[in-house]
T-cell receptor, first 114, second 112 residues
Framework: DTGVSQNPRHKITKRGQNVTFRCDPI?????LYWYRQTLGQGPEFLTY????????KSRLLSDRFSAERPKGSFSTLEIQRTEQGDSAMYLC????????????FGPGTRLTVT | SQQGEEDPQALSIQEGENATMNCSYK?????LQWYRQNSGRGLVHLIL?????REKHSGRLRVTLDTSKKSSSLLITASRAADTASYFC????????????FGQGTTLQVKP
């Protein structure tokens, strides 16, 4: 257990539905990252926050995806109008800026879009 | 897009043998990190090597970095069945963001 939690762990949804995932970071970590991982691939960066500010978004992040980190604590990732291609593991990771650079990953949320 | 390529994609060895995984990348880096992922779970940080370092050790792990060749290797000595997992290298291009770019990973199976 790294201290980063994600909920839900699994989500099955029908195409076209909206889904929201939550990540609770290690409390003192001010950076929070979202990655997406498909089967047999390494994680791909989606977006990151420093405190409550969203500082970078990947071009992979279509306008159906939105992420927030109110008050610089937990973060949510919402996918609107889900598509089958959104099926993946969504990973959250946190880091202490100015620290040792390593990231602490949550267990992930596995999304299946039917 | 993926920055790194890992080699081999899959590796199967007997317990007690050493396992070596290689990672190549394309652009200058701030540091390179190795992570382990057990099936269906999150990633666990193993070791980090900075761009000005050439070799680093942590327990049974040894990492090397050759910035002129843009490559790194991870050696696991005296492997155990519990080392069975996927291993990913990840490059940190800039300490300003900490964003990691991962390779495709090496799947290691250690047979008891």
């Amino acid at each position: 257990d790294t201290g980063v939690s994600q909920n839900p762990r699994h989500k099955i949804t029908k195409r076209g539905q909206n889904v929201t995932f939550r990540c609770d970071p290690i409390s003192e970590h001010n950076r929070l990252y979202w990655y997406r991982q498909t089967l047999g691939q390494g994680p791909e960066f989606l977006t990151y926050f420093q405190n409550e500010a969203q500082l970078e978004k990947s071009r992979l992040l279509s306008d159906r995806f939105s992420a927030e980190r109110p008050k610089g604590s937990f973060s949510t990732l919402e996918i609107q109008r889900t598509e089958q291609g959104d099926s993946a593991m969504y990973l959250c990771a946190t880091q202490l800026a100015g620290g040792t650079y390593e990231q602490y990953f949550g267990p992930g949320t596995r999304l299946t879009v039917t | 897009s993926q920055q790194g390529e890992e080699d081999p994609q899959a590796l199967s060895i007997q317990e007690g043998e050493n396992a070596t995984m290689n990672c190549s990348y394309k652009t200058s880096i701030n540091n390179l990190q190795w992570y382990r992922q057990n099936s269906g779970r999150g990633l666990v940080h193993l070791i980090l090597i900075r761009s000005n370092e050439r070799e680093k050790h942590s327990g049974r792990l040894r990492v090397t970095l050759d910035t002129s060749k843009k490559s790194s290797s991870l050696l696991i000595t005296a492997s155990r069945a519990a080392d069975t997992a996927s291993y990913f290298c990840a490059t940190d291009l800039s300490s300003n963001t900490g964003k990691l770019i991962f390779g495709q990973g090496t799947t290691l199976q250690v047979k008891p």
